[in-house]
């Protein structure tokens, strides 16, 4: 295959595509940005189209389609693309079921076209160092802080309180997608409680129990009514002192000493990844997180809290 | 391996346990029936436990275990065995979550010896004649109505009620082996809506809209408020006519006529596949129908309904 430019066009360009996709786009040697396919929102100078249907059927030339869109019409469009021959890249969360994934794996893999799966906090800068650092050390407990307010990060985003769209999930699954990269043996979910708003078919808040075939004590609150300070926290007990990763993944200290700090460039990241991927039609799609998130609302304890209103 | 007899240990031992397992094991050549770990009840003329830690510790030789407990326990009974060097059955559900049976099937693999997550209804007389006419046929359409009377089937069992029972799914769960095992291609759930009763952890009954990478339409009823005649059925529309699987499987019919029907012998196949795989320590575990009802869970719709008295 020919180095070429990856002619890429965001099929749904809502806060996460406008914040971070275009951005980081234009930032990712071998990529460009070729199209827009969204019903509300366009970019100068970019030809643009309302449906996925639309863009594959008159669109300019394309590689690769970046679904920017909510979980719950991502699998259809990712399925349409792959039968167009285009690479995909998913945002996460990767479907709003975890056995969708699969047919779309085999299409994938059948054309040796790429179906990446993304887990942007994974390349947060401090992750790496955080997951060498418990690779060499005796881990005693984990614990993962992760409370964010709502209003202020899913401003107007009625899709995440629907069915699927998987609520303080949304951003506790970026938490298990760092928990699932730095600990050094697979974790499963025990026990959960989650907290559902009576309006809201998606849980607001959410502890949960995890361990390891060790039994490793790996514990979780998730809420997403956090005003004032916001926490992405996750924090190891070691025979060597207490891990600290902060700020999402992009700090990490041991007993309070920092170790690795830098500013985020996951999305950039993401694209050099799916500019390589998509070079050998490689895929790369990692469900442990989602499976996760559909055990603990298979075996969680539920309760009703006060209806949220945006 | 010398050519011996499988001695297998029953763990739990309520209703399926009486019913099923003493029958089946006894009918099975290469199978005895060695010892059993209950808190509750016992059987004359064999040893008895009241955990399965006395058992592995105190107790005859074994081959085997055969978990029969409540879901919620059972993971921990099984990397207890394991880890004793014991071939494992389980009971279905395999587990509350999908995840748990990760480290389980390394384990099993690494001491190779068996794990096999049992699906009865797959053992169904009618299930494979379904399976084979199903495979030269273009199927249109799928519908699956799985109703019940859970005070007649699950008479005092607290534990399908809380986190990680399963409720409806519990028989439910059948009607989805069945299917995962008759289709030719894998399913995925895309719509749920599931009716809790305001006492209980776990759905009294659930709607499922499923589908394929066809578009096949696939659809489920699962209720356990079902008086009167009982349903246990899956009716596919193909272009060859209509095929009625009834009986839980035991029954096959296209067009009203009977193709296939047999006495219902579904554990004594358990226990021979059973003791054919532990002949050569391998495992057997598809989470595909556990991984349904999970998906279920995690994009269903919850309603609430009148509360559940046993």
Chains 1, 2 share one sequence.
Not at 128 to 140: Q, S
């Amino acid at each position: 295959m020919s180095v070429t430019e990856l002619r890429i066009a965001i099929v749904g360009f809502g806060k996460i595509a406008r914040d971070q996709h275009v951005g980081a786009i234009a930032a990712t040697p071998g990529a460009r940005l070729a199209a827009v396919a969204s019903r509300n929102a366009s970019l100068p100078d970019l030809p643009h189209f309302a449906t996925i249907e639309d863009l594959l059927e008159k669109g300019p030339p394309i590689d690769a389609v970046s679904l920017c869109t909510p979980p719950q019409v991502r699998r259809a469009q990712a399925a349409a693309a792959l039968a167009a021959g285009k690479h995909v890249m998913l945002e996460k969360p990767p479907g709003t079921g975890v056995a969708e994934l699969d047919p779309l794996i085999a299409m994938a893999a059948e054309a040796k076209h790429t179906l990446f799966a993304t887990w942007h906090s994974r390349c947060a800068p401090a992750v790496e160092p955080a997951r060498e650092w418990l690779a060499t050390r005796r881990i005693k407990s984990v614990h993962i802080n992760w409370k964010e307010d709502v209003r202020v990060w899913h401003p107007g985003q009625a899709w995440i309180w629907e069915p699927g769209g998987l609520g303080v999930f949304d951003p506790g699954i970026n938490a298990l997608s760092i928990l699932t990269r730095i600990l050094p043996r697979p974790v499963f979910v025990t026990a959960a409680e989650l907290a559902f708003p009576a309006n809201c078919q998606a849980p607001i808040a959410a502890n949960l129990t995890l361990t390891d075939i060790g039994g490793l004590p790996v514990s979780a609150e998730f809420d997403f009514r956090q005003t004032g300070p916001q926490s992405w926290d996750i924090v190891a007990e070691t025979d060597q002192g207490q891990m600290t990763l902060s700020g999402g993944g992009r700090r990490m200290a041991v007993d309070g000493k920092a170790i690795a700090e830098a500013p985020d460039q996951e999305y950039r990241e993401l694209y050099a990844r799916f500019v390589k991927l998509a070079a050998s039609g490689e895929s790369d799609v990692d469900l442990a997180p989602l499976r996760l998130v559909a055990d603990a609302f298979l075996l969680g304890k539920r309760t009703i809290v006060e209806p949220f209103v945006d």
